[in-house]
């Protein structure tokens, strides 16, 4: 809620989120982490979420608040279980009223065939790409009814349009996140809520250069070859996309002009699902 101080000052003077909560599961690192940045630079409260060592968390967390002048929140809540992921969403509520937008974008990778896939990777991917989506939207979407305003940003993937093979499991939650998406669109169409998934290609982030390491040792070739010849063979446009790129599109997302966008798999990935 903006205060009668914030309602006062000329347009010009407010940042577009101002008064909204953005909470971003996974956002230690890498996308998340540019997501939350571009979030809080438009005036939103942020609450992170995410592993890692605790000194540099606090560290972001800090830099956050002092370079956006937001205020800026952190719950560790590992996101494979489900009871972890309503502690952080009542976190957010009593930290900081609520959460307007929610960005589930956390994840993780495993790279077998199906018939090497060990089960409790499987069961990892499933729980932390997919389930813990449900979860937190579950628990977002009462207080966004009541405000009248919410703004749900999953980050699938490529991989949520077009598989890859030795990624089942990633495949599967992906496309299941984008199913997902579809339709909690659907049901609160009519509740100035909106769903959208974010499809990135290859993004350069800790993610990717563990990707780049394992290829590289699988295919026993240059990480260089990796790039090239493995990770951006299907990527017409031959370069990662920056964090900063996806942090634009949740920031357009979020704002009113995209009201009418919901329910959409949008693809950030320089032609590869144009195949
Ligand atoms: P990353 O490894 O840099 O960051 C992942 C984040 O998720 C980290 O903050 C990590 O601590 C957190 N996380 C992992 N397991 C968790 C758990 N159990 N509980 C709570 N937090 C947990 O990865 P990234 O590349 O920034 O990927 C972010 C999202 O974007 C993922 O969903 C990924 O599938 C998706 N994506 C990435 C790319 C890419 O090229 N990087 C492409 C398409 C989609």
New binding site residues.
Partial sequence: MLTTTEMKKPAAMMRPLQGRTALV?????????GVAEALAREGATIVL????DRMQIEDTRQKLEQTHNVAAFYHG????KAAAVGEMMDYAKAQAGGVDILVN?????HVAPVDEFPPEKWDAILA??LS?AFHAIRAALPGMKARGYGRIIN?????GLVASPYKSA?VAA?HGVIGLTKTVALEVAQANITANAI??????????EKQIEDQAKAHMIPREKVISDVLLKAQPNKR?AQ?TEIGALAVFLASEAASSITGTALPVDGGWTAH
């Fill in positions: 599961t996974g956002s230690t690192s890498g996308i998340g982490l979420n995410g592993f890692g809540a590992d996101l494979s974008n956390a994840g993780i990778q932390i790409n813990s980050v699938a993937s490529a991989h990633y992906k499809c990135p290609g290859y993004v350069y982030t800790p993610l990717v990662f964090v």
